[in-house]
Structures are given as C-alpha cells and as structure tokens.
C-alpha cells in the first residue's frame, strides 16, 4: 500500500482516545454508569440542567456508597453485603486512581474533601460511548478469544485494582 487512506485519520483523533483510555478500566465505567444513572431522567436521555448549574440535587453520591456499589456489582453480592476488604480495596482506588481520572475529563466532578461525586458536561459522551460499544463488543468479539485473555490477564487484573 502507497498510502494511507484518509479515513484512518480519525482513528489518532485525540478525543476519542480520552475518551477510550478513560473507559478502559471497568471500574470507571462503572461509575460512569452509576452516575448517568442518577442523572438522566428515564424518560428522556437529556442530562439535568441543574447539574451544571450547582445544585445536583439527587445526583450527587458519596465515594461510600459508588464504593459500595461497585463492590456488590464486582462480588455479585447484595450492597448490604459489600463490606471489609474488596470494600476498602474498591474505595481506596477510586479516591486514588479512577475518580480524579474521570473528573480530568469533564465526565464527573469529584470533590476530593467533600468524598462526592456529581455528573459533569462530559459524562453523557462517556456514557453512551459505554452503553454503545459493551453490547456490539459483546456480540461481536469472539468468544475463543475473549475466553483466552480472560484466563491471561484475571491475576493481573485482580491485583491491580481495575
């Protein structure tokens, strides 16, 4: 091939790589779902203008409860059950690692005193860029091989806190 055809041009655009290196880990998209989910009515897939206006009212949540949250989701438990080490453990990266991260690209606003997290002007992008690609990816993506990297990569994945 002499050249490269236009069109793959877009695959270096800068956001859509923001954008997919802030979904990467499971647990940001997590909180990009939870989060979406306190914020957009059922009725209608608009975000709350009072959110960007400084009253989030319902939408805001603790770290405590995405904590706990995600750990139930993660340990297919109840969140009464979501407690002791995977508790802390799903705590402490989010204060560390994934929500400062989200809150770099506009998806969420952390308030890293207050341990709150309301949404933000770029959590809709994120959220429907997650909501589009799961179920294709998950249709798509062969199982064999899915199967594969899933065997390879659960104790890393594991130890490091995704």
């Known amino acids: 091939m002499d050249q490269i055809p236009s069109i793959v041009e877009q695959y270096t655009d800068r956001p859509l790589s923001i954008?997919?290196?802030s979904l990467r880990a499971s647990r940001r998209r997590v909180v990009v779902g939870l989060?979406?989910?306190?914020?957009?009515?059922?009725?209608?897939?608009?975000?709350r203008s009072s959110h960007f206006e400084g009253s989030?009212?319902?939408?805001?949540?603790?770290?405590?409860?995405?904590?706990?949250?995600i750990t139930a989701v993660e340990q297919n438990?109840?969140?009464?059950?979501?407690?002791?080490?995977?508790?802390?453990?799903?705590?402490?990266?989010?204060?560390?690692?994934?929500?400062?991260?989200?809150?770099?690209?506009?998806?969420i606003?952390?308030?890293?005193?207050?341990?709150?997290?309301?949404?933000?002007e770029?959590?809709?992008?994120?959220?429907?860029?997650?909501?589009?690609?799961?179920p294709i990816v998950q249709a798509l993506f062969h199982h064999a091989v899915a199967g594969t990297y899933s065997r390879e990569t659960t104790s890393l994945r594991d130890s490091s806190g995704d």
């Open 19 to 21: 954008v997919h290196h």
């Open 35 to 47: 989060v979406a989910h306190r914020a957009f009515s059922h009725e209608e897939l608009q975000l």
């Open 56 to 69: 989030n009212g319902g939408a805001v949540v603790t770290v405590r409860q995405l904590a706990k949250e």
């Open 77 to 107: 438990i109840s969140i009464e059950h979501a407690t002791g080490d995977k508790y802390h453990n799903t705590y402490t990266t989010l204060i560390q690692t994934h929500l400062p991260e989200l809150d770099d690209v506009g998806a």
């Open 109 to 120: 606003a952390y308030d890293a005193d207050r341990k709150e997290v309301a949404p933000a």
């Open 122 to 134: 770029n959590l809709a992008i994120l959220s429907m860029v997650a909501a589009t690609t799961s």
